[in-house]
């Protein structure tokens, strides 16, 4: 997961949205004039500097008020526990992903016994349509389970020039090398789960797609373009986000009826 973790230098998504991650793995801050909402911590080792990149905006660590996560696994929350003492924030976490976030790895039905991290405290727990607000910023947690059972879809209405945008914080859907959808001992209801997620993520609105990895919504070829002054802000981008959710649905459907067959 090296190659995941290299430096990236921390940017202006739009409006109120930065991203904060390294080159693969994305960590968010969304300010607020009553604090910051820190979305994923990343792995611990690298918390240090996702401070520095926080730093490097103009922005104070301690500001961060509320510590959210996409999914509980290592690349993603690993570092929540660092990331707590660092800023004091309130952890807010869905309440399947609670536990393993709160027992540093826990109960996870893929990586429980291969991986393992420091327990971070979990203040709150948030329900499917759950809202956190902090400083005029609305994020609801839609429950997108599959890929964890508390894999959570952080969506926002952002500030782009005076025009209202959709943001979608999109988790992931994939499934995991080794991950059976059918006869799942660790997970028997995974299929409904991602079936039922499916359903939720098409009937999203979306005019900005953000996502726990880049690679999920070209994050190097758009802050490339970003960067480079295009007029139109690249993230903003629904029909990638329907790209992107059609082809995870494939994929999940092939595996479905290639177990079936
Ligand atoms: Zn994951």
């Not at 869905?94 to 016994?113: F, Q």
């Not at 059972?149 to 926002?156: E, F, L, P």
């Amino acid at each position: 997961m090296r190659a995941w973790n290299r430096p990236f230098p921390p940017f202006r998504v739009i409006g109120n949205i930065y991203y904060v991650g390294s080159n693969a793995i994305a960590q968010y801050l969304i300010t607020t004039p009553q604090g910051h909402i820190l979305l994923d911590s990343g792995f611990e080792a690298s918390v240090p500097r996702l401070a520095d990149n926080v730093r490097a905006l103009g922005f104070r660590v301690e500001d961060v008020k509320l510590l959210l996560a996409s999914h509980a696994h290592i690349d993603h929350v690993q570092g929540h526990a660092a990331a707590h003492r660092l800023t004091g924030a309130q952890v807010i976490v869905s309440a399947p992903d609670a536990p393993v976030i709160a027992s540093g790895g826990k109960g996870e039905p893929v990586y429980d016994g291969v991986y393992a991290w420091a327990p971070c405290p979990v203040d709150r727990v948030v329900a499917d349509g759950e809202s956190v607000t902090l400083g005029g910023t609305t994020m609801v947690a839609h429950l997108t389970p599959g890929h964890t059972r508390g894999a959570t879809t952080w969506t926002m209405e952002v500030d782009d020039g005076g025009r209202k945008l959709a943001v979608v914080f999109f988790p992931s859907a994939n499934v995991n090398p080794g991950v059976r959808l059918v006869d799942n001992p660790k997970y028997p209801e995974i299929a409904t789960d991602f079936q039922r997620s499916f359903a939720l993520w098409k009937s999203l609105p979306c005019d900005v797609l953000l996502g726990a990895h880049g690679s999920f919504y070209d994050m190097d070829a758009k802050h490339d373009r970003l960067t480079k002054g295009a007029t139109a802000n690249p993230f903003i981008d629904p029909q990638g986000y329907r790209r992107l959710i059609a082809e995870a649905e494939k994929r999940f459907q092939d595996q479905l009826a290639s177990e079936r067959r």
